[in-house]
């Protein structure tokens, strides 16, 4: 799954990458943690020719997905990570993966591997693009509304099955969404889920580096560029024996 995440490129850069994306100044985040605000990219109002309107918006919504239908958030599970070879049949995620399909941007991230069924220590790994860069995740956004009208904004990333080099680490990893697809999964208007379906794969193997890192990382009181510095570790990644199904719902490490 994705429990943790980090965003550190430029508001500047970032609007380069979403072309067109209405979006204020924001500041470096190297621990990107479940309940915190998270940064999502939405399809905008659309564009006639000549029109200032951008063609996507950013928004901040509350990472951990809670669907409008809830009554109350404090006896709902806190929905983080979807399946995304589930999603569309899973009464959570459902009409957020019909109508309410958004990107996460990202520079990269965190993962906890054990070593072996007896170790009860977690190595934990910042995992980035070869090439550098922001990533997009792909996501989900629903709005919860209250009782008495108020309303918050709330998101869950879409993981997939590892490809060979992250099933070292974990058997999991976030569904990332390429720049030249980024309009088609955007597009709740005319493409259904099933129409989209291609683009939930894992990344090409070789995308990604595994980076060991201090276990700093932990706390979500330590955000500084530090948690990404390189540790030297003594045994090198095996593929875990088995891990728990990413059901959707926050782990603590």
């Known amino acids: 799954m994705c429990g943790r995440f980090a965003l550190t490129i430029s508001s500047a850069d970032l609007r380069d990458v979403f072309s067109g994306l209405d979006l204020d100044d924001f500041p470096a985040r190297y621990n990107i943690a479940p309940t915190q605000p998270i940064l999502v990219v939405i399809s905008g109002e659309g564009r006639e020719q000549g029109s200032n309107l951008a063609d996507r918006r950013a928004v901040l919504v509350r990472w951990g997905l809670t669907p409008g239908w809830v009554k109350d958030p404090k006896d709902f599970p806190l929905l983080i990570n979807a399946r995304s ?39 934990p790994y910042w995992i980035r693009p070869r090439q550098g860069g922001v990533i997009a995740f792909a996501g989900l956004m629903e709005t919860w509304s209250s009782a008495d009208g108020s309303e918050v904004d709330t998101g869950a990333i879409l993981t997939t099955a590892a490809n060979s080099a992250i099933s070292a ?25 099933r129409e989209v379906a291609d683009l939930l794969q894992p990344v090409q193997d070789d995308f990604f580096e595994a980076v060991p890192v201090s276990d700093k990382v932990n706390k979500v009181a330590n955000m500084g560029p530090d948690l990404q510095e390189p540790v030297v570790i003594e045994k090198p990644l095996r593929a875990p024996e088995k891990q728990r199904p990413d059901d959707g719902q926050l782990s603590f490490f």
């Open 85 to 123: 070879e589930t999603a569309i049949g899973k009464v959570f995620f459902r009409a957020a993966m019909r109508h309410r399909r958004v990107l996460i941007p990202a520079s990269g991230f965190y993962e906890w591997h054990r070593p072996s069924k007896e170790s009860g220590e977690r190595q």
């Open 169 to 193: 680490v974990h058997d999991r990893m976030p569904v990332v969404i390429r720049p030249e697809d980024f309009s088609r999964w955007l597009d709740c208007k005319t493409q259904e889920p």
